[in-house]
């Protein structure tokens, strides 16, 4: 699927990417040291110039395969560059000895900057158009450049791709630096954002990228972000050999299957399923480069290099009082997106003016799913510079604290902090422990609370509570949903659900069905509530089998407020029990009645209005209502015949 090279396995693999001016010899440069054209497109052989991103790999000295990008150098492709050097660990910064140091060498340098790829080799060039004092002078030229970079030092290899001189000492250094880095992590959440979408008539859709984390294996189901849509990996190949699983660090092409090739796009991330949470904003630090055209402006409409992606977005500063990023500053600000992002705490991004064709600056992700549009001044400055310098333990913390509610679930968690269950599960069960969380479940799905904003919490619904009982008195509690209404209306029905059980089961409140109580509350059987109870009872035991609602009784006009509160609690205690059309009898009647109902139908399968009505005397209009009680609590059912019932 993608140009191949003797398939093994490795430790830690590695991927070179090139950068640097066009028409310098890069792609001449890893024709000579892989023995492959990268230039596969017709117009790209037709025009003797890079367009598109070119993929390799060759087999380093020490045996190790390296999997080579090589980027084009033309200005109008540098969002093509940015996103072939997502993954890089080791540029290959190519530098003709003719022309030296170039405009696009000069961004090319300042993208691999802002994205902090970790070494940097340079191939001078076409040293079989230079004699030995010009390409000394360039060496010289390149070094002082470097100097003021992030790349002082850096080897220098003068080669020629045409002769061949130089090649094999080229080839020595890059497998060296390659053993010098520690590559990627396998470990984690797989993530892979897409550079190249075709299709393979009897294969399907085909994405490539480089894997940045975890693993991915044939057979396992991914999301496409920012779409969220679910897909299966059907085939795994690196460095174009069938595998059955690819490692973060290595140059993978996967054949998909779920999704047609114009469904998808270069920019898209293809990860775990729901390991990613797309946004329309995101938090982060900005830096100006010190030699851009124009500095970066707030509130600027800028081009946002992301993972492979461009996006339109606009530059909000948070410092109420700054207007522009000078050249070689940085600064906290927002990005508001055009589109949404799939992204993670982390990572790099590049920022472009389109208008002069110029990088003016990047930076790094502090927040990928910022809880809303910041207002410009000191407290959103200073909440985000505290995430920016906290670990992940206190990056959890921040995330619970600007939650809506005070609590998150596990899934959303993992999808922000790019951490694999086992991972955030240590990290809460270690902050539950020292009494900073609480977590707690309902099937499958966990969710993490602030013990800190939940005793907030928790205060709110006692002194309600205690309102509550005191303006209130013969009710049993506040019905649960009341309760989210009023104190609990940032939290999702389930966690709400879960916390109340919780205290519960703590002793903190009491939860009867759909009723909350202050814990130890007792309703109070006073004088008036007596007098009521009382008067409930007596009725219904006076008129018997002629069922009674509660209007129907007659109070004393003082104790009218309290009638249906009282009789409520009757209902609770099941002295009285409620039957259809809000009518209500003792429980001692309607036992007797369910006992004689039970027998008849044991006996001849079904029961009758006549026959209840010469066993007891109870009236049709009332055997009715009786009847539709046993259907309501599913112990008869209609038969047809209004006056029979039969066992449900």
């Known amino acids: 699927m993608e140009n191949s090279a003797p398939a093994g396995a490795e430790e830690h693999p590695i991927i070179v990417g090139t950068a640097g001016h066009i028409d310098h010899g890069k792609t001449a440069l890893i024709k000579a040291l892989t023995g492959c054209d990268t230039d596969r497109l017709e117009e790209e052989k037709r025009r003797g110039i890079t367009i598109e991103l070119g993929f390799t790999s060759f087999r380093g000295a020490d045996g190790h395969i390296i999997g080579i990008v090589d980027t084009p150098g033309h200005e109008k492709f540098v969002k093509t560059m940015a996103a072939g050097a997502v993954g890089m660990d080791l540029a290959l910064l190519v530098i003709s000895a003719a022309e030296g140091i170039m405009p696009q060498t000069r961004e090319h340098l300042s993208i691999l900057e802002l994205l902090q790829i970790p070494k940097l080799i340079v191939a001078l060039t076409k040293t079989d ?26 080897g220098i290899y003068p080669v020629s791709a045409k002769s061949g001189e130089g090649i094999a000492e080229l080839s020595r250094a890059i497998s060296e630096g390659g053993r ?22 009897g294969q399907g859709t085909i994405v490539t990228g480089t894997l940045l984390s975890g693993r991915i294996r044939n057979q396992d189901s991914a999301m496409i972000y920012p779409e969220e849509r679910l897909v299966r990996i059907r085939n795994v190949q690196v460095y174009g050999a069938d595998a059955e699983r690819a490692l973060a660090g290595e140059r993978t092409a996967l054949n998909l299957s779920g999704i047609e090739k114009q469904e998808l796009r270069r920019g898209a991330v293809l990860a775990e399923p729901h390991s990613m949470r797309p946004s ?22 800028l081009e946002l290099l992301l993972g492979t992606a461009h996006i339109r977005a ?13 050249n070689g500053e940085s600064e906290l600000a927002q990005l508001q997106l055009e589109e949404p992002a799939a992204a993670s705490r982390g990572d790099r991004f590049i920022l472009r003016d389109e208008s002069i064709r110029e990088t003016l600056g990047g930076g790094c992700i502090i927040d990928p799913v910022p809880r809303g549009k910041h207002r410009r001044g000191r407290a959103a400055y ?9 670990s992940q333990d206190a990056v959890l913390r921040e995330k619970l604290r600007r939650s809506r509610g005070g609590f998150v679930s596990f899934s959303a968690l993992k999808r922000e902090m790019q951490l694999r269950d086992s991972e955030l599960s240590e990290m809460a069960e270690a902050l539950r422990q020292k009494g900073e969380l609480r977590i707690l479940s309902s099937g499958p799905e966990r969710y993490v ?13 006692e002194k309600y509570l205690a309102d509550f009982h005191k303006a209130y008195p013969y009710r049993a509690g506040e019905k649960q949903m009341v309760l989210r209404s009023r104190i609990f209306s940032d939290f999702d029905t389930k966690p709400y659900l879960l916390l109340l059980d919780a205290w519960n089961e703590e002793k903190r409140i009491w939860k009867n069905k759909d009723r909350v109580s202050a814990a130890g509350y007792r309703v109070i059987k006073d004088a008036r509530y007596t007098e009521i109870s009382n008067q409930i009872v007596n009725s219904l035991q006076k008129t018997g089998l002629s069922f009674l609602r509660i209007r129907d009784i007659s109070f004393p006009k003082e104790l009218e ?6 009789s409520d609690c009757l209902f609770d205690k099941k002295t009285i029990v409620k039957l259809d059309e809000e009518y209500c009898t003792l429980n001692s009647i309607y ?58």
């Open 180 to 201: 010098e880095l520690r590559g990627k992590s396998p470990e984690g959440v797989f993530r892979l954002p897409i550079d190249r979408v075709f299709s393979i008539p």
């Open 382 to 390: 200073l909440e985000l510079l505290e995430l920016e310098r906290g």
């Open 129 to 154: 158009l230079a004699g030995p004092e010009q390409v000394s002078l360039r060496e010289e030229e390149i070094r002082s450049y470097l100097s003021e970079t992030a790349y002082a030092g850096a």
């Open 591 to 648: 036992k007797k009645l369910l006992l004689l109902s039970e027998q008849e139908l044991s006996e001849s399968g079904k029961l009758t209005i006549d026959r209840l009505r010469d066993e007891t005397g109870i009236s049709r209009k009332n055997a009715k209502i009786f009847f539709r009680t046993l259907d309501r609590n599913h112990i008869t059912r209609y038969n047809g015949i209004e006056s029979e019932r039969e066992r449900f």
């Open 280 to 301: 329309l904003l995101l938090d982060v630090r900005i830096r100006s480069l010190n030699d851009a055209g124009r500095s970066i402006r707030h509130n600027a409409n």
């Open 561 to 566: 407020p309290w009638v249906n509160d009282v």
């Open 314 to 326: 606009k530059l909000v500063l948070l410092k109420a009082s700054l207007e522009e990023v000078r």
């Open 449 to 461: 609370f602030s013990e800190e904003l939940l005793e907030k919490k928790l205060e709110e619904l």
